[in-house]
């Protein structure tokens, strides 16, 4: 997730990068691409936002009512926490939940990890392989820590986990094109496609959506030049004219 943390700690998130990734009942494997992270980064730069945390969605195949999150996900969660070195880092799961009409129920959570589960995984405390038998609820630990006054290996997932207020806020950006990395890509089509949807806006309102600048800073060496239609969008001022015809002959080119 991208978007800011004003003086106060509050994280709003304006987009998501979604990362090539394999989803499976229980566990979600990223499977992360430094270079396409890195144009993300830039884009974001340009947007004037930043990596702000992590979102991921269970299935209604999970049965998670006696806990928030699993083993997997506690630690998973905390590597990438971990990895940020925001204080603020946040993240986000959502529970698909069937509901009597068998159709699915979707419900939003946000949790920051506490600063010891952080800790304890940089320090390397956490047993990072699962068995079959393993109770998806309680964390493993190589040495004993203190929780409640006891000195235990195994510690309740929610013990790690701080709870976080969501509130709506209305952002910036439109989020209408198609979604980086999942089956149906986007093509100079779908580039088209959009423009002439949006053809009564101002040019720099055309483009503003995050997974469009993705798509051209994937499309035809465009990367260099995507982080400056960023900062168009970010501070609403005009698109140049040779870079709006530059998009708008690969639209023409589907």
Sequence with gaps: MYGTVSEEGRVEVD???EPPQQGMEDDLILLRDPEEEKLVDAIAAGLGRKRVGFIFTQTI????KDYNFSNKEVLQAAELHAESGLKEWVTVVVKLEANEDGDADVHFEAFQMSDMCVKLFKEGWFVTEFGEDDDPKLSKM?????V???DVKEVDNDFFLVVVKII???GPLSSTFPIENRNNLATMRTLKNHLDRTKSLPFVKRIADFHLLLFLAMS???GSDVPALAECVSTETAVPEGYQLLIESMANTS
């Design 15 to 17: 987009f998501i990068y």
């Design 61 to 64: 195949m999970q049965d998670k």
């Design 142 to 146: 190589k040495k004993e820590v203190v």
């Design 148 to 150: 409640g006054g006891k």
């Design 168 to 170: 709506d806020h209305q």
């Design 220 to 222: 035809h060496g465009l």
